[in-house]
DNA sequence: GAGTTTGAAACT
DNA sequence: CAGTTTCAAACTC
């Protein structure tokens, strides 16, 4: 009993313990506090303060990092997918892993008062992937998305893939995680089987000791591209803290269960909807959510705020301290929405949010607190994954989720899945209030926020990209007033085949149209603004001036840009030549070419958001399953030929190893969107990136201008590719 | 609501 | 890669 007691207070201690900047030693501050001292005066265990190794498996963290950039918007689209089946299979949860089992075995086995120790070594198994995961979506992503379709991106990215077996288990454990650090909020459902009650409990230990670290994490991706790094020393400070209680068993799993973390981060979020919601997952995936975004940031909030008041960890609080699972988790156990939105985001298709998320940015911002870059999305974008998307469910679940309650908008992924949640949201407060039309209101009533998707397909049965549906990765739903419609979850198998084709002509087909600008990244809340982004391709307008919807660019609330090949162009958000009436960042793009200095991070439509991004469809819903196609298309040669790729993607690969927290808020989406641009712009291409992760000015003629932007790949370089294979 | 315009997507 | 066709959204009436 002492020793629940104890760990209750410890865990309020962590709680309360509101600087997470101060990473250097959570745990010996915390050990430090009276409380503790006090605690440990009544156990009879003596707590052993952790050290910090460093370098332990920072090789390990690593080369779990790769793998995130295996396939950018293709991971986001699977990560949706996974998310998916992860909802049908949380209930029962036959998902556990034989690690995840082996997990709860030891923790039950083990006295309670061991718990402690027991968390530490759950963080390490499972919980250092969280910290990753909350660190490096991305990379959860990835390895999941890796796990399920192919195990050979697992392969290239390194070493610690070889078990991966159990996919699903990754994300009970996401879940599981997510719970602990909601309070107690673990009877969400996920079926935690058998041990969940140990888990649970263990595993709030744990998070919290993460959350520490998390801090950590967040000030490393403020700081500078270095932040890569961080989150492996703090994951090695878990492992030295409870260190080889596992054993080997752990080490194979741990990397696995890592990802599988970071997988679960988002895709918990779908478990706690459905069991809000009650309904079938498949059911929410279908139904759209048209919310105001708004009221859910706010509402939404305040419904997790409540809910988890009773819960150990207020949301509020842990929004300070910006633990990035928190944040993650927030959105998810806040509801049954976040659920929703978390999923929906991730998804590939941040495009169609995309626009959204212009508008909306600024609202979401407000929510935003701590501003955890996060992930997301990324991530997903778009992340998101996208959000990498899957059921664009990917989406970012992570990202919309967290991305409302944190804020800080500091990735574009986030941005993109931020809004990806709104519109999710949106989406279904609208699904409930009036199906049809959701469009034409939506648009109507503010722009873009509707994001709900509708079509009106007649002859494409809705299985090309001139359905808006399709093209963000959604599901049509009963508003669309589409004809033969295929694109509908019983077609599932068609339209993943068809997707894949599409996918194989054009890689990047699906992903996020409206990239941002690395500007942005800096500002953060101003980052938001649309003339950071730009339209990946560019538009090709005629007569329009690029004044209408009709341009893309336009429709993305973002200005023309020098892959534009527009004509008049007289785009409000910003003329390719340069002359922006709205942004002025908009005239770095000046069309003449030299722009290439764009950082494109993600925008993830409705970036992912966004996954991230993330178009809004994608939030509310069900977003489809990515194929493998991540292999398939080009860009996922970026990402996934680690080596292959000329000299660009050999950066990229850098990048991949090196990515820091930054690339991963850009997005899964956002790496083929650089990487297409670099293509088309071979200025823009180099993103001369220093090692040092600071700019470097591109060669280009046009630099002067541009001088202003950064790049976002800028960082990548610096390290050397971090997974085994890329290390130098 | 029907018809036109527009530009992306798809096709050749 | 360029030109043409197809398509559906955006727009106008």
């Given amino acids: 009993m002492s020793d629940d007691k104890d760990q209750d207070k410890e865990k309020t201690v962590v709680m ?10 959570p745990l010996s501050k915390f050990e430090d506090s009276p409380v503790f001292n006090y605690i440990n005066s009544l156990s009879p265990i003596k707590p052993v303060k952790s050290v910090h190794f460093t370098q332990t498996f920072t090789n390990i963290s690593f080369a779990s990092l790769p793998s995130v950039f295996t396939s950018p918007h293709v991971s986001s689209l699977k990560d949706s997918k996974f998310l998916r089946r992860h909802q049908f299979s949380d209930p029962s949860k036959p998902e556990l892993t034989s690690e995840d089992s082996k997990k709860a075995e030891t923790s039950e086995g083990n006295l309670i008062a061991a718990q402690n120790t ?57 879940s599981m995680r997510l719970e602990a650090e909601i309070g107690g909020i ?10 969940a009650c140990d888990w649970d409990s263990l595993i709030s230990d744990a998070s919290e000791l993460l959350n520490f670290d998390s801090p950590s994490d967040t000030v490393a991706y403020k700081g500078s591209g270095q932040s890569a790094l961080d989150p492996p020393s703090f994951n090695t400070s878990l492992m030295n803290a409870k260190p080889q209680v596992h054993g080997d068993n752990d080490n194979s799993s741990e990397n696995n269960e890592g990802l599988k973390g970071a997988a679960n981060n988002f895709e918990v979020e779908e478990p706690v909807d459905a069991d809000n919601e009650g309904g079938s997952n498949l059911y929410r995936g279908m139904r759209r959510r048209c919310l105001v975004f708004e009221m859910t940031g706010s509402s939404r909030r305040k419904h997790l705020e409540e809910l988890s008041n009773g819960s150990s960890v207020n949301l509020s609080e842990s929004n300070q301290t910006v633990i990035p699972s928190d944040n993650k988790l927030l959105p998810l156990r806040t509801g049954n929405d976040s659920s929703k939105c978390k999923l929906p985001g991730i998804g590939l298709h941040l495009n169609a949010i995309a626009s959204n998320l212009v508008d909306h940015k600024v609202i979401k911002h407000e929510n935003s607190g701590s501003g955890r870059q996060l992930i997301i999305s990324p991530s997903s974008a778009a992340y998101s994954s996208i959000g990498p998307g899957q059921e664009l469910i990917t989406k970012l679940p992570d990202a919309p989720s967290f991305e409302n309650e944190i804020g800080p908008p500091q990735n574009v992924g986030e941005d993109a899945s931020k809004a990806l949640g709104f519109v999710g949201n949106d989406e279904l407060s609208q699904s409930q209030t009036s199906p049809r039309k959701k469009k034409r209101r939506a648009e109507s009533a503010g722009d873009t926020e509707a994001a709900c998707k509708r079509c009106n397909c007649k002859k494409s049965k809705c299985l090309k990209l001139y359905c808006e549906c399709f093209a963000a990765g959604v599901y049509c739903v009963e508003p669309c007033a589409c004809h033969d419609c295929f694109n509908k979850p019983i077609h599932e198998d068609t339209v993943l085949a068809t997707r894949k084709q599409i996918e194989s002509r054009n890689p990047l087909a699906f992903a996020p149209k409206v990239i941002k600008t690395s500007d942005s990244m800096q500002e953060d809340e101003t980052s938001n603004t649309p003339a950071s982004a730009r339209h990946k391709r560019g538009c090709n307008c005629k007569k329009s001036g690029c004044l209408k919807k009709y341009c893309e660019c336009f429709q993305g609330g973002v200005g023309c840009s020098i892959n534009c090949r527009c004509e008049g162009c007289k785009n409000t958000f910003g003329r390719k030549d340069g002359g922006s009436e709205m942004d002025p960042e908009v005239n770095e793009c000046e069309g003449n070419g030299s722009d290439g200095s764009l950082q494109m991070v993600l925008y993830t439509e409705a970036e992912p958001v966004s996954a991230t991004p993330a178009t809004p469809s994608r939030f509310g819903r069900q977003s489809i399953p990515l194929p493998n196609s991540t292999t398939k298309g080009k860009p996922p040669r970026s990402f996934l030929a680690i080596g292959s790729s000329s000299g660009r993607f050999g950066k990229l690969n850098h990048f991949k190893g090196g990515l820091n927290k930054q690339l991963q808020t850009v997005g899964e989406n956002e790496i083929p969107d650089i990487l297409e641009e670099n293509h088309r712009s071979p200025i823009s291409g180099v993103k001369s990136c220093s090692p040092n992760s600071k700019r470097v000015s591109p060669p280009h003629s046009g630099m002067g201008q541009r001088s202003s932007r950064k790049l976002i790949l800028q960082s990548i370089p610096s390290f050397p590719c971090l997974t085994p294979n890329d290390k130098q």
């Fill in 16 to 25: 309360d313990t509101p600087e997470r900047t101060q990473i250097t030693n």
């Fill in 186 to 195: 673990n009877q969400l459902h996920h079926g935690k089987e058998v041990s």
């Fill in 118 to 174: 027991l968390k530490q070594q759950t963080d390490i198994s499972s919980g250092n992937p969280i910290t990753e995961a909350s660190v490096v979506p991305l990379n959860q992503r990835s390895n999941l998305e890796s796990r399920k379709l192919s195990y050979e991106a697992v392969k290239l990215m390194g070493p610690p893939a070889p078990s991966i077996p159990f996919i699903n288990s990754g994300p009970e454990n996401g």
